[in-house]
């Protein structure tokens, strides 16, 4: 398989790792977008969470709880950090390989959705 992150997984190709076990491996994204940007990825291929199966529940959620590991040992945990994953083409998801994004070290912009304003939609 020609997967950049699967060969970062198998150490094929050299990262900044952070955290590595038995099924996820956690690095440094080497296009930072915040003052702390990781990427956890699962070792076995899986395209993106749309191409995950329920077999993969327990993997995903063991994803999950390395972000939450390599977020309080980057020291983001207690001010706050994001944790993003893309899922295809629109999303802006370039490596089609599973990988959340743990963002923090600074205060992030708010998610705030086109057309509404600080109070919300309106109701009439």
Do not use: W
Not at 52 to 76: I, N, P, T, Y
Not at 78 to 105: A, C, E, K, M, W
Request: net charge negative; proline share 6%; charged share 20%.
């Amino acid at each position: 398989m020609d997967c950049i992150f699967c060969k970062i997984a198998d150490g094929t190709i050299p990262s900044r790792k952070v955290y590595e076990d038995e099924r996820v491996v956690a690095f440094h994204d080497i296009q930072p977008q915040a003052p702390v940007h990781l990427l956890v990825i699962p070792k076995k291929h899986i395209a993106s969470l749309d191409d995950a199966s329920s077999e993969d529940a327990e993997l995903l959620g063991h994803a999950m709880l390395a972000a939450q590991k390599v977020a309080r040992e980057a020291g983001v945990a207690s001010s706050g950090y994001r944790v993003i994953t893309n899922i295809g083409p629109d999303s802006g998801q370039i490596v089609f390989h599973l990988h959340l994004h743990v963002l923090g070290g600074e205060k992030l912009a708010h998610l705030n959705p086109k057309n509404t304003s600080e109070q919300g939609p309106s109701s009439s």
